[in-house]
């Protein structure tokens, strides 16, 4: 069914004035009383019921100090957010991204060929395949050796030159996917304007196989074009200075068609994106090249079905069943009523060692906002700091604090009925420990339980686990292209959702800016020949000058 603009006016009384937010405050003054192994205990069938799955995914969530009430009035807050309505409002392709005017249609890149999702009156599906069409063949002449280098040589190394979105989604997708991905092919990541990252990057690779990834939406941000100037003068040297081999070994995902054609890369070989494409949404767009030149284009969109299902599960499912729903509004239970500062991602599963540094971006510039909608100050709080590592690692080293320290951290464990490389017991021992520390977390260790171990007194208190710690833990059958992008997609929509209820622009991201503009500012009084009249504080000034007297 065709999604057609529309405007719709979702008018929302502020937060904190909303009947269930108040129901809510009310609530949590009892929930501080709560323990889970009481409630356990008086429900024998928790752990069965508090449970919802959906697109392969299976969320078990009884492990949180909720109980019916509280899911109750926590589905109420939801719908006095309107979150039914801003949720086709999304969808339907309407500027929800108010103070940048635009669309936020990250879901429109996983749309299935034969939909219709309109901005501005211009079905933007038709465009999204074209694109995705111009990848996959690019793709494959790579992939096949049909695409050579300057010297005739094959391509065996791609590295992706970006930063922010446009880093943290092509590496997090390929080290996810890194089973899949065609071990004939290196895969390097610069991201970083500290030269180290790229003198690492590409200090055993031979220039004559070497295919650079620039992207920029406007082929102008600092960082990337930095390295992307870096990384020309750096192939030029080898072969030759031969400024005709660029076209050969550069391509370009951006919009900026004068800036890609001055850089000396062929226009046939830029892959453009849109302004509605968050940069953190943005890696299933051509922005997610390296990755379909890594597992394929059939890969790909078996990536983007993924995504699409959870899409969909999102938009449709009603809320005491859907996924994303439920993260939200758990995580905005403990943000706001339990002070939760904030929550740890632990995947049990190497391949997604990377997923936690992606999901910060995800959440942190989405949702760090202190004025709503409105422009009024946030008086409540908004994204907590989203962390955390690979399983069993994280156990031998931060575990202790969420286990036995003085703060609450809620926790979502992530794994998987079947690992991609099968070794004796290892994956047992794996699961074992994501049920274990789940487990452990909620329920803990009385002074009764370490005193009948017989532990000596003055010892008993150090071996006390208070539990009643909460956690969800996510399940699905194996980590494939598709399932990683229902879980990027299970988080996006979390995230939405959480921004929703607090009522804050989520697609923004203001925050990065000034520091940008200031360092553009102090840049040619760091390289100035002359001695720069300063205009700082006292503290920048002096920093600078230390920083002039060192250089020379």
């Known amino acids: 069914m065709a999604r057609a603009e529309k405007k719709i006016v979702i008018n929302v009384k502020p937060l904190t004035s909303l009947k269930a937010w108040k129901d809510l405050k009310a609530h949590a003054r009892e929930a501080a009383k709560w323990n889970l192994r009481t409630l356990f205990a008086d429900d024998p069938k928790r752990g069965e019921r508090f449970t919802a799955e959906a697109v392969g995914l299976f969320l078990d969530y009884s492990k949180n100090r909720v109980t019916d009430e509280t899911l109750k009035i926590l589905f109420a807050l939801a719908e006095e957010s309107k979150l039914r309505e801003r949720t086709h409002a999304m969808f339907s392709g309407q500027k929800i991204n108010i103070t940048e005017k635009r669309a936020v249609l990250h879901v429109a890149l996983r749309a299935p060929k034969g939909a219709s999702i309109v901005v501005d009156g211009e079905n933007v599906v038709p465009k999204v395949h074209e694109v995705l069409d111009r990848m996959s063949a690019f793709s494959d002449r790579v992939r096949s050796g049909e695409w050579k280098g300057h010297t005739g040589k094959r391509i065996k190394n791609v590295v992706n030159i970006g930063i922010g979105g446009s880093d943290l989604g092509p590496v997090m997708a390929y080290e996810a996917l890194k089973h899949y991905s065609d071990r004939a092919l290196t895969f390097r990541f610069v991201s970083n304007v500290d030269s180290t990252d790229f003198a690492e990057a590409v200090q055993d690779l031979d220039a004559a196989e070497t295919l650079f990834i620039v992207s920029s939406k406007t082929f102008t941000t600092l960082e990337t074009m930095t390295n992307a100037h870096t990384a020309r003068s750096w192939l030029l040297e080898r072969l030759g200075g031969d400024e005709s081999s660029i076209a050969r070994h550069f ?188 487990e452990a977390l909620a329920f803990g260790k009385t002074a009764e339980q370490v005193n009948a171990e017989g532990t000596p007194d003055w010892l008993v208190p150090h071996r006390v686990f208070e539990g009643n710690r909460p956690s969800n833990t996510i399940l699905a059958e194996e980590l494939t292209p598709a399932v990683l992008g229902k879980l990027i997609a299970l988080y996006e929509h979390c995230v939405f959702t959480q921004g929703v209820v607090w009522q804050i622009n989520s697609f923004d991201q203001w925050g990065v800016e000034l520091g940008k503009a200031l360092a553009q500012k102090i840049i040619p009084e760091l390289e100035s020949a002359s001695e720069p009249q300063l205009a700082h504080d006292s503290s920048t000034n002096h920093l600078i000058g230390l920083y002039r007297k060192h250089k020379k």
């Open 251 to 438: 391509v370009a995902v951006s919009t900026n068609a004068g800036e890609v054609t001055k850089f000396g890369i062929d226009t046939a070989n830029m892959f453009g994106f849109w302004d509605w494409v968050g940069g953190r949404y943005s890696m299933d767009s051509a922005i997610g090249l390296s990755t379909m030149l890594a597992i394929g284009p059939d890969g790909f969109r078996a990536m983007l079905d993924g995504f699409h299902q959870m899409d969909e599960h999102f938009r449709t499912a009603p809320l005491e069943k859907n996924l994303p729903v439920l993260l939200a509004l758990l995580s905005v239970w403990y943000t706001d009523f339990f002070d939760a500062q904030t929550i740890a991602i632990l995947p049990y599963e190497q391949y997604l060692k990377r997923f936690p540094a992606y999901l910060q971006q995800l959440t942190m510039e989405s949702n760090g906002k202190h004025v709503t909608l409105k422009g009024k100050e946030v008086r409540y709080n908004t994204s907590p700091i989203y962390w955390g590592e690979p399983g069993t690692n994280g156990q031998h080293s931060f575990y202790q604090l969420i286990h036995q320290g003085t703060r609450l951290i809620p926790c979502d464990f992530i794994g998987f009925y079947k690992t991609l490389n099968p070794l004796g017991a290892h994956h047992d021992i794996l699961l074992a420990n994501v049920f274990a520390q789940a």
